[in-house]
């Protein structure tokens, strides 16, 4: 629904006879009461906690010293980046003018490509300058000295607003970076401006009326998936090798599998939330990296990755050694036990399915075992997560609501006026099922490495100008959207889509891998082997911009 319709809904569910039906209908739509029908035994009791829940206290793994896969031609990866700064091929100046134009003409297209909605101009030719004189002086801080970087506007940077999509946010700056950002900084990388999202990032699928979204990098008729719509068009494109996003329920890999990039979402407190823009609202949002390879991901992961006491979830994690993330890129998956639920992989389309499963026979042929699971509530997770992401929204949203409802979107109107007719008990029976869930992982991932599955149910879904003038609702877009992604949320566990090919209209497809708690090294090395065997790879879309060419 779309346009005028959508407008009206959004009037008339006002009334609360209209509000209560549009509830009950999306409630079955989003298996919503399919989950509420679980028996008793499926509801462990309520956690006191949301940190994750870890299967094995050793993932100590030998390697077969392989070393990072190798690097083509495209995508451009840091590792490029830092050899044409080092030889002198191009300066950090020169590499700054060149990403934030890029992002300008792609602005210009027609529908946009742009993946920015506001832009640093100053602040990163400063950074770039200051940048240059160290590589000068042979003391770059890091492989990230003077590589431009992008940053979902749902996270703090230093001079500009945090506009969480939308449209009657104050546009006051930011007077401190985010951490994450903070540290990235520290690095030497120069934060080329804020990428859109959709509002309050309740979206996975990447339209916000507020906003000129970026269609999606391989189809301008697709969507970009969201809500970190315009951190993963900004690495398809090329404007930057790396982007920072965030993932309530998919909205790092959603669009990472849409656009055909590398999105982590790593342990829940692996990267602390100080800076994010709407504090404490809810227990299942991530910080995480879009990148063009696994080295990329892992590199912008340590960088921001660290305890940190105004995150006490990140204080419980373990020591991530330096170099190590990057060391395990070569370990191989010889031995490595992959689970596999296929009555989970059958609620993907045919054409998702197809390459996700090849990639599995490569790494089976690599040396990994694919060993057969049943989740038993893996089915149930979206539902779960939906009442979960939902409710604490519902409630952070209070004042807004009372203040600014008019000036949302209809769709983010539709969806808080539906909440008003659910069930009071709602979030805490979703909270208790996600209890059994995490259990439920905890003993998979005792038996298995990691568990595998598609990121999405579906590829990009099309979208017309009038829809993305207006927003739109489609629950069943969103359902497939979402299908496999809260699995890692409401667990905390860490999740990356890796780009393995795609369906017969040539969109990207993504792989998920899920690991267990704090164990991101094993996820990118699964993410490695995959792009050692050629099973994974960035397609380069025709929009695509090399800012190292020439």
Same mark, same amino acid.
């Given at each position: ?21 549009t ?8 298996g ?14 309520l956690?006191? #906690?949301y ?12 390697? *077969?010293?392989?070393? *990072? ?28 003018r060149r ?5 300008? #003409? ?9 993946p ?11 950074? $770039?300058?200051?940048? %240059? ?8 801080? #890091? ?20 506009? +969480? ?9 930011a ?10 900084? *520290? ?9 859109? =999202? ?6 996975t ?5 507020? &906003? &000129?979204?970026p ?7 697709r ?14 494109l090329?404007?930057?090798?790396? $982007? ?8 790092? &890999? ?58 006490a979830?990140? +204080?419980? %994690?373990?020591?991530? $050694? ?9 370990r ?24 996700? &499963?090849? $990639?599995?026979?490569?790494?089976? *042929? ?20 939906? +009442? ?13 609501r009372?203040e ?6 209809y ?21 208790? +099922? ?75 497809v ?25 099973a994974?790879?960035? =397609?380069?879309?025709?929009a695509a911009?090399?800012?190292?060419a020439?």
């Amino acid at each position: 629904m779309s346009g005028h319709p959508l407008a009206a809904l959004a009037a008339l569910l006002k009334t609360a006879p209209l509000r209560l039906a549009t509830a009950r209908a999306v409630r079955a739509q989003l298996g919503i009461d399919a989950a509420r029908g679980l028996p008793t035994g499926a509801r462990g009791p309520l956690p006191l #906690s949301y940190a994750p829940v870890r299967a094995r206290a050793d993932h100590r793994r030998p390697s *077969r010293e392989l070393g *990072r896969p190798s690097v083509t031609s495209w995508p451009r990866s840091i590792a490029a980046y830092a050899e044409a700064l080092r030889q002198g091929r191009l300066s950090a100046e020169e590499i700054v003018r060149r990403s934030l134009a890029a992002a300008r #003409s792609l602005a210009a297209h027609v529908p946009t490509l742009g993946p920015l909605c506001d832009y640093a101009d100053q602040r990163a030719q400063r950074s $770039a300058q200051e940048s %240059q004189a160290r590589l000068r002086e042979g003391r770059p801080r #890091s492989a990230l000295e003077g590589v431009p970087i992008a940053v979902k506007e749902e996270l703090d940077v230093e001079g500009m607003p945090t506009r +969480l999509g939308t449209a009657f946010m104050p546009y006051h700056p930011a007077k401190a970076d985010a951490l994450s950002i903070a540290r990235l900084r *520290r690095q030497g990388a120069a934060v080329i401006g804020q990428t859109p =999202m959709t509002e309050y990032g309740m979206s996975t699928l990447g339209t916000n009326a507020h &906003r &000129r979204m970026p269609r999606n990098a391989h189809d301008p008729g697709r969507l970009p998936g969201g809500s970190s719509s315009g951190s993963a068009v900004a690495v398809a494109l090329g404007v930057v090798p790396l $982007a920072i996003g965030c993932d309530g329920g998919g909205s790092v &890999r959603v669009p990472a599998a849409y656009n055909g990039v590398f999105g982590l979402k790593p342990t829940y407190g692996r990267i602390p939330l100080v800076g994010h823009g709407s504090p404490g609202t809810s227990s299942v949002v991530h910080i995480g990296p879009l990148a063009g390879c696994s080295a990329d991901l892992a590199l912008g992961l340590e960088a921001m990755a660290g305890a940190d006491p105004g995150d006490a979830c990140s +204080l419980l %994690q373990p020591e991530l $050694a330096p170099g190590s993330l990057d060391s395990a890129l070569g370990r191989g998956v010889s031995g490595l036990r992959i689970g596999v639920d296929e009555s989970e992989w059958q609620a993907a389309a045919a054409d998702v399915s197809g390459p996700a &499963r090849a $990639a599995l026979d490569a790494l089976e *042929r690599a040396g990994a075992a694919i060993v057969p699971l049943r989740l038993e509530l893996a089915a149930h997770a979206p539902a779960v997560g939906y +009442l979960t992401i939902a409710l604490e929204a519902h409630a952070a949203l209070r004042a807004v609501r009372a203040e600014h409802e008019r000036e949302l979107g209809y769709d983010m109107q539709i969806l808080l006026s539906g909440l008003d007719a659910f069930a009071p008990d709602d979030y805490i029976d979703a909270q208790r +099922l996600r209890a059994s869930l995490r259990s439920e992982m905890a003993r998979a991932l005792r038996e298995v490495d990691v568990v595998a599955l598609p990121t999405t149910a579906n590829t990009a879904p099309p979208i017309s100008d009038d829809e993305a003038r207006s927003g739109i609702i489609d629950p069943p877009a969103l359902h497939a959207a979402c299908r496999f992604a809260f699995l890692g949320n409401l667990t905390g566990l860490p999740a990356a889509s890796i780009p393995v090919g795609s369906d017969a209209q040539g969109l990207p497809v993504g792989l998920q891998i899920i690991g267990d708690a704090w164990d991101e090294a094993c996820v990118l090395q699964v993410a490695a082997e995959l792009e050692r065997s050629g099973a994974a790879q960035v =397609m380069r879309p025709k929009a695509a911009i090399d800012l190292l060419a020439g």
